[in-house]
């Protein structure tokens, strides 16, 4: 763990990710009956309890918090830099810095608020650093992309195109958001979260969120009926 840590103030990102894959996947190249059933019983349990033995060192534990809500992130992390190119970078960049902060996290927000906000801070810092407007991904489709529904445009080609064309100035329309909207939008619309939830990830009442989140609606719809 000494070592992890070391690379880690090291801050080169793309070494400490390779130390932590292995990490977490040393064990798993051992053939052992004891060891398959810890692994089984991990797969078991609360987010809470693997917190707990990860804060305790054990990669296995944290390696099921990553397989749990990686795809998530990862999502997030789509949707809101519109960038697939970077979204492995960036999501890696999250798990290290959840790896490394497990230790301070008391349990004040679920794992799963304390993760996404982690993510949202990284995004953000990506697209201010590149200063890029568009904060995330617009697609309709959260787990598939546009090329996916091609089938069902196969004998209708310019339904297609006019489908294409619609994502396109959505995506435009979505980028000149403020970010507070864009966010509470992801959210929300694409991630599927209760206000609830998107308050306490994003650390402000409930009420600001819908207020937020009308504001957004209004003028991501007047947007589009100028644009249409």
């Known amino acids: 763990m000494t070592i992890f840590y070391n690379f880690i103030d090291n801050k080169n990102l793309s070494v400490v990710w390779n130390f932590l894959a292995a990490a977490l996947s040393k064990d798993a190249d051992i053939a052992s009956v004891g060891k398959r059933q810890k692994e089984k019983t991990q797969a078991l349990m609360t987010d809470e309890e693997l917190v707990s033995f990860s804060q305790r060192g054990d990669t296995n534990a944290f390696e099921k918090l990553i397989v749990r809500y990686q795809r998530q992130v990862f999502h997030l992390i789509y949707q809101m830099t519109n960038n697939a190119e970077v979204v ?6 999250v798990f290290i810095a959840a790896f490394k902060g497990i230790k301070d996290f008391h ?17 953000k810092n990506y697209l201010a650093a590149s200063s890029r407007s568009q904060n995330f991904e617009t697609r309709y489709r959260k787990e598939e992309p546009i090329e996916d529904v091609t089938e069902d445009y196969e004998e209708n080609p310019q339904s297609l195109l ?12 979505l980028a000149t958001l403020p970010p507070e909207q ?16 998107i ?3 994003l650390e402000c009442p409930v009420g600001t ?3 937020r989140l ?14 249409l």
């Open 162 to 173: 006019l489908a294409k064309e619609f994502v396109e100035q959505l995506e435009e329309a």
């Open 107 to 123: 349990g004040k927000s679920s794992f799963f608020t304390w993760l996404y906000r982690i993510a949202i801070n990284h995004c």
């Open 182 to 197: 864009r966010v509470v939008l992801t959210l929300c619309e694409f991630q599927g979260l209760s206000y609830e939830e």
């Open 88 to 93: 492995e970078d960036i999501g890696q960049e």
């Open 209 to 211: 969120i819908r207020s």
């Open 214 to 227: 009308s504001r957004a609606r209004t003028a991501l719809q007047d947007i589009l009926d100028h644009a």
């Open 199 to 201: 308050a306490d990830i």
